[in-house]
């Protein structure tokens, strides 16, 4: 008996079969990059055995066999032969708030908190906008929880800002009518911020005394020489990164104006802050700054590192900002002066975003190097994370431990720099507009 075959015709679309396992996934990943070519799977299989070198040594030692019961490294020793973490345990509060007096600890807990309510709105746009004029606000704020004293001092700081706006539109709309735009916002900026640097120098003073006098409402003070560690680290570090980046862009567009004066000062001051160890800023500002001060001026220590900090980042951060104008074409600014904008307008509009996005790499590393540099300020007595080593390692029953301290400190700035890149990568991808 014969049956007949008849041909199968497909009454509609075949689905496309998925691709080969080798082709697609983590085994194609692997092959593609590490085992691509001999050279790659020699270097391959080496770096497979010094990782695993180096986890069958650290592994053990700082989590297997580590102690964290112990009064003493002879005690640590006695127990196991791991890392003595005892002492992380023992000493992680002074680690974080260095001498703090203990009952007032929760106001750094707080400042910090409101810090990352400050940063949310200015580092990611989902945050609402209104949430700004607290970001504005916290310098303030996180100073008067962590100094203390009365609330009238952080806000008589605050007032000079809006002191110097005040003057730049008057003087701004004065000079408009007697000069060029672009020159008399120039001037107009100068004023503005000579008037508030010496309403800071000046009436701050004394506008707290005669509030105070009249209702005194404050925190009890600390002294900076309290401060110390991580809370010492993150104050001179956020205080840096956050002043020397509009200073930077200030610099930066001074030293391409037009204006011989501003460009011989801002390109002076650039010039001689990166020709000078950030060590010696810092013995200027702990020593030889206080004698160009009046008679009986105070100056807080902090306050000065701060400053000359803030500076020499600020100096390097025209530099990267200056090579992203630079690298904008000539077309841009020429688009800017089309449309009929100023030179302010064109600059918040049009130079300056495409500016800062292209100088994006360049800015967080700095910022990232100046975090990690606040570990100078030990060579002026300072009491950083570094700088509380010398009390811990000085106790008699720490006398010798060296890894497990450096370890936890290196932990530390690394989560900080770490997130910084992050951000920066989140940032880079955000701002992306080009086709790849």
């Known amino acids: 008996m014969s049956t007949s075959h008849e041909p199968f015709v497909a009454t509609g679309d075949i689905p496309a079969s998925p691709p080969p396992s080798s082709a697609v996934g983590p085994i194609a990943w692997v092959r593609q990059n590490l085992f691509s070519s001999v050279s790659n799977t020699v270097m391959t299989l080496l770096g497979i055995y010094v990782i695993y070198s180096l986890l069958a ?6 989590l297997l066999n580590s102690v964290w019961n112990a009064s003493s490294l ?16 023992e000493r992680y509060l ?3 708030y260095g001498f703090y007096p ?21 580092l990611f746009a989902g945050a609402p906008r209104k949430l700004l004029f607290g970001s504005m606000l916290y310098p303030a704020v996180a100073y008067w929880l962590i100094w203390g004293g009365t609330i009238w001092g952080p806000i008589a700081v605050m007032a000079g800002p809006i002191v110097g706006i005040i003057v730049y539109r008057i003087v701004d709309q004065v000079l408009c009518r007697l000069m060029d735009e672009g020159i008399a916002g120039i001037l107009a900026v100068s004023g503005a911020v000579l008037v508030t640097v010496a309403w800071w120098l000046f009436a701050v003073a004394e506008v707290d005394s005669a509030l105070a ?3 005194d409402i404050g925190l009890e003070p600390v002294a900076s020489d309290k401060i110390g560690g991580f809370l010492l680290s993150l104050i001179i570090g956020v205080s840096g990164i956050a002043g020397s980046f509009p200073l930077g862009i200030a610099l930066a567009l001074g030293r391409r104006s037009n204006l011989i004066f501003i460009k011989a000062i801002c390109t002076g001051f650039i010039e001689f802050i990166r020709g000078v160890p950030l060590i010696t800023l810092l013995f200027v ?8 001060l009046p008679p009986g001026t105070t100056f807080d220590l902090i306050l000065r590192v701060v400053i000359m900090v803030t500076m020499f980042a600020a100096a390097y951060m025209a530099e990267v900002i200056r090579g992203g ?3 904008l074409p000539k077309g841009q600014y020429e688009a800017a002066d089309a449309l009929g904008l100023d030179y302010w307008k064109s600059m918040r509009l049009i130079i300056l975003p495409q500016a800062l996005k292209i100088s994006i790499p360049g800015i967080v590393n700095t910022f990232i190097g100046l975090f990690k540099d606040t570990t100078l300020v030990i060579v002026i007595g300072m009491l950083d994370p570094v700088g509380i080593l010398g009390p811990i390692r000085a106790d008699q029953n720490w006398n010798g431990i060296v890894w497990e ?4 400190i290196g932990i530390f700035f690394f989560i900080f720099c770490f997130g910084m890149s992050r951000y920066s990568l989140y940032l880079e991808r955000k701002l992306q507009t080009g086709h790849r």
């Open 57 to 62: 040594s650290v592994v053990p030692w700082l």
């Open 74 to 89: 002879q005690d640590c020793r006695s127990i196991d032969n791991g890392a003595c973490l005892a002492v992380i345990r």
């Open 94 to 96: 002074q680690f974080i």
């Open 102 to 122: 203990n009952e007032e600890r929760w106001r750094p807990v707080v400042a910090f908190v409101l810090m990352l309510v400050a940063l949310w709105p200015v």
């Open 213 to 215: 006098a009249v209702l």
């Open 285 to 292: 500002a702990s020593v030889l700054l206080q004698y160009f």
């Open 325 to 327: 104008l630079a690298a």
């Open 405 to 408: 301290l450096y370890g936890f």
